[in-house]
C-alpha cells in the first residue's frame, strides 16, 4: 500500500538530519600556531633570562661599589668641559677637610676606618690574648690615660735625656758634665741603635739591591725636622713655618728648665736654637732632592768599610770621624762585630763629601743641641698637655690644622707603628677577609705559570736570557696580607716582643 501524504510528512518530520562538522578555517589555524609559538619563544626567553650570565657583578659588595662610584660623580656636569668634576664632583660636595688634617682623600677614609678597627680591637681585653698581644694592650691603654700622663709632666722625657749625653740648652755645665768626652761617634751611634733616632748620617742595614739573598750596611742622608729641604728657604710660604719651629724649640727648652728648676736666659736659649736652625738649614742644603734620587745605579756605591773611611773622612772639633767605631758602636747591640773588610753601600755621597764642610762650622754643643733637639721633639706629643701645647703654632704654620688628632687615633697609631705584628694579630682576626689571602696567592702563582709557559712564545728573546727569566719568576717569594706566623706561632710572636715590659 501506498503511503498517504500525511504519513510521509510524518516519517520525514521524525527522521534526524546528520550533523555539519566544526571545521577551523586557516585564518584560526594560523593564528593557533602563532599563539603556541610565541608562548614557546616567551618560555624560553624566561629560562634563558634566569641562567643567562651578563658578566655582570651582582653581589652586595659589587652593588655598593657602584652605588658608591654613582655617589662620587656629579652628572650635572659637562665631561668634555670639567671631567673631575664630573667624575668627583659628588665626593667633593659631601666631603670636607677635617680640621686635624690638611687633606681628605679615599685613602684617609680607608685608614679612619682602619683606625676604628685598631681600636675596638686594642680596647677590648680578653682572657685568650697571648703575652705580646697583651702588651699591645696595655700599651694603648698606658697612651690614652691622658690624667697620668699630664700629673708626670715631662719626666718621662728628662729621665732619657742622660742616656744621650743631655741636652745642652736645657741643662747647666754641659760642658764640664759632657763636653770633654762627647765623641760625635758615640752620640750619633746612642740615638740610632737605642731610639731609632738618625741625625746628621742615616745608618741601616737592609737587603743588597744586587743581591735580594744578603743584608749590608747602608749609609745615607737623614731625614730633617721640617717636611722638605725647600722649608728652609724660609722665605715667602715658608718663612711662617720656620720661625714657629724656632719658637718650638725655644718653648720646649724652657719647659724643660722649668721642670729641673734652672733659671734661664731666654736670650741665650735664643741664640743656641737660632744655631741650631742655621746648623739644620745647612744640612737640608746638603741633602740631595729627592728627584735627583731616582736612579738606582747611581745610589749603588758599594765599598769595604775602610774605604769609607778614606773616601769620606770627616772631621769634628778637630777629630777625625771614625766610621767603625761609629759603626760597631750601633752594631754592639746585636752583639756583631764589623771588620773594615766588611762591604757598606753609600747612597749619597755626595751628601758625605758636602757634610764635611758643615761639621767644620760646628761646635760639640751646636751639634748635641740640634741632635737632642731632634730626638725631643719627636716625643713631645707623649708628654703632658702643656708640652703638646708647644706644637700647635708650628703644626698650624706646617699643616693649618686647628685641632689635634683624637687622643685614641694617636694612639692607635702609635701602638701600630711601635707593636705591628701583635696588632697585626688583632687585625687579622677580627676584620681580614678568611680565604682572600689564600685566593690572591692562588692567583699569583697562576700568572707565574702563565708567565713562565708564554716565554718560549717570545722570538726576541735568546734562550740564555729564557732561561734567566724563568729563574727570576720562580725566585719571586710573596708577601700577600700578613705574615702566617702572627697567627700561627705564639712563641715566635711573644719573643719579638719579650724585651717591652
Request: glycine share 4%; net charge negative; with cysteine.
Amino acid at each position: 500500500m501506498g503511503k498517504s501524504e500525511s504519513q510521509m510528512d510524518i516519517t520525514e518530520m521524525n527522521t534526524p538530519k546528520p550533523k555539519k562538522k566544526l571545521r577551523w578555517s586557516g585564518l584560526e589555524i594560523g593564528l593557533a600556531v602563532v599563539v603556541i609559538l610565541l608562548a614557546i619563544v616567551a618560555i624560553t626567553m624566561i629560562v634563558l633570562y634566569a641562567t643567562y650570565d651578563d658578566g655582570v657583578c651582582k653581589t652586595s659588595d659589587c652593588i655598593k661599589s657602584a652605588a658608591r662610584i654613582l655617589e662620587n660623580m656629579d652628572t650635572t656636569a659637562e665631561p668634555c668641559n670639567d671631567f673631575y668634576q664630573y667624575a668627583c664632583g659628588g665626593w667633593l660636595k659631601r666631603n670636607v677637610i677635617p680640621e686635624t688634617s690638611s687633606r681628605y682623600s679615599n685613602f684617609d677614609i680607608l685608614r679612619d676606618e682602619l683606625e676604628v678597627v685598631l681600636k675596638d680591637v686594642l680596647d677590648t681585653p680578653s682572657r685568650n690574648d697571648i703575652t705580646a698581644v697583651q702588651k699591645a694592650k696595655t700599651l694603648y691603654r698606658s697612651c690614652i690615660n691622658e690624667s697620668t700622663i699630664d700629673s708626670r709632666g715631662g719626666k718621662p722625657l728628662i729621665s732619657l735625656l742622660s742616656n744621650v749625653s743631655d741636652w745642652p740648652v736645657a741643662t747647666t755645665n754641659w760642658d764640664s758634665s759632657y763636653g770633654a768626652a762627647w765623641t760625635a761617634e758615640t752620640a750619633i751611634a746612642q740615638l740610632n741603635s737605642r731610639y731609632g733616632k738618625k741625625v746628621l748620617i742615616n745608618f741601616f742595614v737592609g737587603t743588597d739591591d744586587k743581591n735580594s739573598t744578603a743584608h749590608i750596611i747602608h749609609i745615607d742622608q737623614p731625614g730633617l725636622g721640617l717636611p722638605s729641604r725647600d722649608y728652609y728657604e724660609c722665605t715667602g710660604a715658608y718663612k711662617e713655618a720656620c720661625s714657629a719651629y724656632v719658637d718650638f724649640m725655644i718653648s720646649v727648652a724652657k719647659l724643660i728648665l722649668q721642670e729641673r728648676n734652672i733659671s734661664f736666659d731666654e736670650n741665650k736659649i735664643s741664640e743656641q736654637m737660632k744655631r741650631v736652625m742655621d746648623l739644620e738649614k745647612e744640612i737640608a742644603n746638603a741633602t740631595t732632592k729627592s728627584e735627583d734620587r731616582n736612579d738606582p745605579l747611581l745610589l749603588y756605591n758599594k765599598m769595604t768599610l775602610a774605604q769609607l773611611q778614606n773616601n769620606f773622612s770627616l772631621e769634628i772639633d778637630h777629630k777625625v770621624f771614625n766610621w767603625s767605631k761609629f759603626i760597631n758602636d750601633i752594631m754592639s747591640t746585636v752583639q756583631i762585630n764589623v771588620e773594615n773588610t766588611e762591604h757598606v753601600i753609600v747612597y749619597d755621597p755626595d751628601y758625605l763629601i758636602r757634610l764635611k764642610s758643615i761639621l767644620n762650622k760646628y761646635t760639640p754643643r751646636d751639634l748635641q743641641n740640634y741632635m737632642i733637639w731632634r730626638f725631643v721633639m719627636d716625643l713631645v706629643n707623649s708628654l703632658s698637655r702643656n708640652y703638646k701645647d708647644t706644637r700647635n703654632a708650628f703644626r698650624k704654620a706646617l699643616y693649618g690644622t686647628t685641632s689635634e688628632t683624637a687622643v685614641w687615633r694617636r694612639c692607635a697609631n702609635y701602638v701600630n707603628g711601635n707593636m705591628e705584628n701583635a696588632v697585626g694579630r688583632l687585625y687579622v682576626e677580627e676584620a681580614f677577609a678568611g680565604d682572600s689571602k689564600h685566593v690572591v696567592e692562588e692567583m699569583i702563582a697562576d700568572i707565574r705559570d702563565v708567565f713562565i709557559k708564554t716565554l718560549d712564545e717570545l722570538t726576541w728573546m735568546d734562550a740564555e736570557t729564557k732561561k734567566k727569566a724563568e729563574q727570576k719568576a720562580t725566585a719571586i717569594r710573596e708577601r700577600i696580607g700578613y705574615p702566617d706566623e702572627i697567627v700561627t706561632d705564639d712563641n715566635k710572636l711573644n719573643s719579638e716582643y719579650q724585651e717591652v715590659s
